[in-house]
């Protein structure tokens, strides 16, 4: 994609330009309430369940609205993203939709159910061995030389702008909200909720909550100095993000009104809580807004609550090992 | 409850009466859809999702209606049930939300987390020893001694009827459906739901399913003959009752067009892709309908098919236990 997308913003009008991309294929997921958790917490919240989204997360919406503008323009002859999560069977997704090759480039110690999954939406697998090579430099030189566009995971204009209209879709099914508490690893996911907010709900605090372990986006935005954090150890595999990227930390730094951790055993926890008691599969990373909630890193007492789940895609190895 | 009733046939206009009584209280539970399941199966598969249920589990709509009835009638000093499962706590539930005392007599050796979870809604629990009494003569005497009526888990005409509530909302919500795949233990559930089919989407088939290990229901209804199995050896442990009712019989024989059983393991295979790829929570009685669907126990290819998934109380364990 062009640098020069890099520098412009992203404001709501990209959000209701990707939202109409988008209608018909991207899911219009559900918002479930519980009577138990509103008890809990003393509050009506409402979660947005983005892992019912197609590809089991909300990084469909960022990556089909990429990948669409792509296609329309046609410059290219397919795309290229360098990702072992989400972000990988998202773009193979559109790319697949949208009759666009695309190679997802990932580690060959990926676990083999993501390379399959990947590999089952269309897309190509070139593996890289992670002692040897940087994997964004093979993403670029793959790329350049096969004449594909990078779709970051997060980083980009477009994907922002798609991301977002999952807090788009929440506001104009329940309504103004008095806070909405968002995942946060890169910060696409929250830059584009945290815009959606401020167009839909002025009133409403958007407070985005990351592991402990990788408290580089808290850090940053304490300090409006970006920091970085090397192979964070949580199990929050979503958010292993070293930093907030160039276009993403401006946008938290404007939108965003607070930024809160979480420790892997609050996140483990609320995530099986979703499942016993919400009855829904919800994978690390996507129950961070819940940890935060359950936790009491915001004061939402007596408010009206948003909370983005932002992704299903587990291993259900996991109740072995963590339950 | 008076067993001049047990003689009386449940009608449609008898759910049409269910559902006014719940409104408001019985949650109309989401409708699922699958682009997976409907290319796997070759068909438009709606999935009723009754995990999302109050208590979770259908068992609330039949409880729910019952014990309105009690309650405005007024005879009773409250309610009795006799289940160690989701009949328990929809009744304990229903009986908290309508204010009204309610005894569930539970084995000792029930696990504790549904000890607590019945103990939660504000019943109080009567054990018994399983190797000294039978629980339905402990539980009937209770009554006797204590004024309460005994509210049967699925053979009861209001029970019936507020059970036929998921069908009837999930016809309102998608139009008719070429088949119903519907769990079938003591038969309740899908004597309303038929009965529901009946009224609504006449052309549908109603197929039940049940557990291999637990086969009463088939053979009652290929013999015309009630059938018994005496503690099914299966992981359905909703499923486990040991043959269909003096009411449900007539009325699936009436209403039901055909039924078909599924293994243990094709059961437990069901539960863990609803887990996976739609990231829904559901028991093993749970998923009887979709391991019907997945292993095609109907002719269901081309057409609109509906699925009751009927609750989702399942013991995370299960995962390291089966998975």
């Keep these: 994609m062009r640098d020069a997308e890099a520098e412009a913003a992203v404001d709501y009008a990209d959000l209701t330009s990707a939202a109409a991309r ?47 503008r792509l296609a329309e323009a046609g410059e290219q002859r397919g795309v290229l993203a360098v990702s072992s999560g989400n972000h990988a069977q998202a773009v193979a997704l559109a790319a697949k939709l949208l009759g666009m090759r695309a190679i997802v480039v990932m580690p060959d110690d990926a676990p083999a159910v993501k390379l399959a999954a990947t590999r089952d939406y269309g897309a190509e697998i070139v593996t890289y061995d992670t002692k040897l090579t940087t994997r964004d430099a093979l993403g670029e030189r793959i790329a350049r030389e096969q004449g594909l566009a990078v ?40 830059s584009g909720c945290a815009i959606a907010a401020a167009a839909l709900a002025p009133g409403c605090r958007v407070i985005g909550i990351e592991p402990a372990a990788g408290d580089d986006a808290t850090r940053s935005f304490r300090t409006r100095t970006l920091q970085t954090c090397h192979n964070p150890d949580t199990i929050a595999d979503g958010a292993r993000t070293h930093s907030l990227g160039k276009i993403t930390f401006p946008l938290v730094l404007r939108y965003v009104h607070d930024m809160a951790t979480v420790t892997d055993g609050e996140l483990l926890r609320a995530m099986f809580f979703l499942w016993e008691r919400m009855k829904i599969v919800v994978e690390p990373t996507g129950a961070l807004g819940a940890a935060g909630l359950f936790e009491g890193r915001a004061d939402v007492r007596g408010g009206r609550i948003g909370v983005i789940v932002s992704g299903g895609n587990v291993d259900l190895t996991i109740v072995s090992r963590f339950y």
């Design 22 to 68: 988008g209608a018909g294929v991207v899911h219009r997921t559900p918002v479930l309430t519980s009577r138990t958790v509103n008890r809990r917490v003393g509050a009506e919240v409402f979660f947005k369940c983005e892992n019912f989204q197609r590809a089991g997360a909300f990084k469909f919406r960022g990556a089909y609205n990429a990948l669409s």
């Design 151 to 190: 779709v970051p995971p997060f980083d980009h204009p477009h994907v922002i702008a798609g991301q977002g209209t999952a807090a788009k879709e929440l506001f104009e099914e329940v309504g103004p909200l008095d806070a909405l508490l968002v995942p946060c690893g890169g910060g696409g996911l929250i």
